[in-house]
């Protein structure tokens, strides 16, 4: 899609964003949710877990937003939020967005162009206000400037065309932060302009939200409220969804083993299982003697069975990819005749292991002195379950593994200071689209780059692809990247996974959204019809 058709989609989409008509929606009452963890904090431009995302994203606004009525996200799905309208310039370098007029703060201040200024100055690190941690600065590194222009006029400006800006900006992980209020403020209490205003978030207990009666836009939310109440044993979980103790699941939480027993015991329930933008995968700190030799990076590669995970996580269900969520859910994985000839993909798994026994023998570690390590992981089952899987396969080639579980609200900073050795972590893109992978994953000192792989020729490379307008070029070119960090073994991607949501049949107006975990929970139009 080149620039005039986006700039084009954007115009008509004007005209389409009316939402979805309501459907006898009742007002009133509490949706309560059960929450998988604790996070660190409220602040959603500080964090990079679901856990803080998607119980703040209601608090919040973003410029645009994905119709949350539409399961595949996409550049087609954006509709305006805060802004009413946009428009690029001719070159692809300007992006400019007219506000909304009617917008206030929770705390009654006014929402103007300088709120959207002050927010990506500080992403961008340009502003007197740090984000204590940014985990998403990459996305921006194209970002030259944001000018106002009067209260109700902003424009980005890029140093080059990069026509998926829309797509990031359309995230979850995007919302707008008032310029008044600080970042450590927005750790505790954050104040947004959304249809649900903060009230509370009690570590290991849980995290409360009330409806906004001055929200922008009339009639919503529904809700009064939505209720998050911390339960990290799964199976407790669930079993207190059967009881009816909770309207919803956290999302993606019901593994398909799990999925049977909850039908078994909840035969009302809906339960809708979904294929996830979401992967796990191997890191290796490449700092790390003797994880620094390519070569003993490249058995750990080779021993991985990923079937096998699939089987064992999942019953099967899922999909094999490189960095992007494979197809048919994703647009831009790699085809699964590409796949085979890269390293730790041959199905002849013995003939793989036989080889990285191979080469640990000629590092010097063998039956008699094994390569021992710690297989660090965040302590959630979703997490800690296959990382227990990655260290039996591990044992095969003669590296003993033992887990380090480790707690939500440290294991970001953990791997920040480069205070792991090896792990698996769990991966979701904000979007099915390539630049926010590569630019966070995989860039030359981009603060997710946690396995700190660089290759400046892949950078060109990414540069390219974020650039290309046209769409079977762009795709041919992220298929060459995704290739090479295969098999360059720069974060062995593992498996992605299908899981369930379920919700009780009186919750209504949601829709599970198939290709990000991120972007489905402004939750405005969710309703309880009982």
Known sequence: MDIRAIRAAGLLLLVLSAGNPALAQKPGGTLKVYHRDSPASMSILEEATLSTSMPMMGVFNNLLLYDQHVAQSSLKAIVPELATSWSWSEDGKELSFTLRQDVKWHDGRPFTANDVKCTWDMLTGKSSEKLRINPRKAWYENLEEVTTEGDYVVTFRLRRPQPALLALLASGLAPVYPCHTAPREMRSHPIGTGPFKFVAFKPNEGIRVTRNPDYWKPGRPYLDGIDYTIVPNRSTAVLGFAAGKFDMTWPYDVAIPLLKELKAQAPQAVCEVAPLNASRSLIVNREVPPFDNPEIRLAMALSLDRQAFLDIMAEGQGGIGGALLPPPAGVWGLPPEML??????????????????????????????????????RNIPISRDPAIILIDQLKTIGIDG??????????????????????????????????????????????????????????????????????????????????????????????????????????KGFTIMVNSIYNGWRMEDVWLDR
């Not at 890269?342 to 570690?365: M, S, V, W």
Request: net charge negative; charged share 30%.
């Open 340 to 377: 085979k000839d890269l390293p730790g993909y041959d199905p002849d798994i013995e003939k793989r292991r036989a080889e990285a026994r191979g080469i640990l023998t000629k590092a010097g570690f063998g039956p008699d002195h094994p390569l021992a390590v710690k297989v660090s992981a």
């Open 402 to 507: 033992e887990l380090d579980p480790v707690d939500t609200a440290v294991w970001l900073p953990k791997l920040l200071r480069k205070d792991y050795a090896v792990g698996l972590a769990l991966g979701a893109s904000a979007i099915d689209d390539p630049d926010p992978t590569f630019y966070t994953s995989y860039r030359c000192g981009a603060d997710l780059n946690i396995t700190r792989y660089c290759n400046p020729e892949i950078d060109r490379l990414i540069d390219r692809q974020s650039m290309e307008a046209d769409r079977e070029k762009r795709k041919h070119l992220v298929w060459e990247i995704d290739r090479r960090l295969q098999q360059d073994g720069a974060r062995p991607i593992i498996f992605y996974y299908d899981a369930a949501t379920c919700w009780q049949p009186y919750v």
